[in-house]
């Protein structure tokens, strides 16, 4: 057996919410819409991970998700003007990564980060 896709299913009554942040911030694009599960990804490569951790790191709480971009610094600047607060950073990160946390609309805590 080869696992192709590892999804993160957020529950929400409001689907159409997701739209703001996922695709208009983040640019990702819509890939699947039934009404009632809208998908948001890219049609890129990418790689399968799942994690479980204790902490975030550096003394942050563990994210609901982490979102790799090839731009952080890009990715705060579209965050930043849509109003949506930064909860940690950003920040250069000892382990290589430069990040910083927000929430989604359904309260989810994401880590949006690149490698530096």
Known sequence: MKIKRIVANIDTQDTTAAKRFYH?????????????????GSSEEMSIQISFASQGGSGTS????????????????????????????????????????VRDPFGKLINILAHI
């Open 24 to 40: 208009d911030v983040l640019g990702l694009d819509l890939l699947m819409d039934h009404g009632w599960i809208r998908t948001y």
């Open 62 to 101: 563990t994210p609901d998700l982490s979102i790799e971009v090839d731009d952080v610094d890009s990715a705060l600047e579209r965050v930043m003007k849509a109003g949506i607060p930064i909860e940690y950073g950003p920040t250069d990160e000892p382990w290589g990564v430069r990040r910083f946390y």
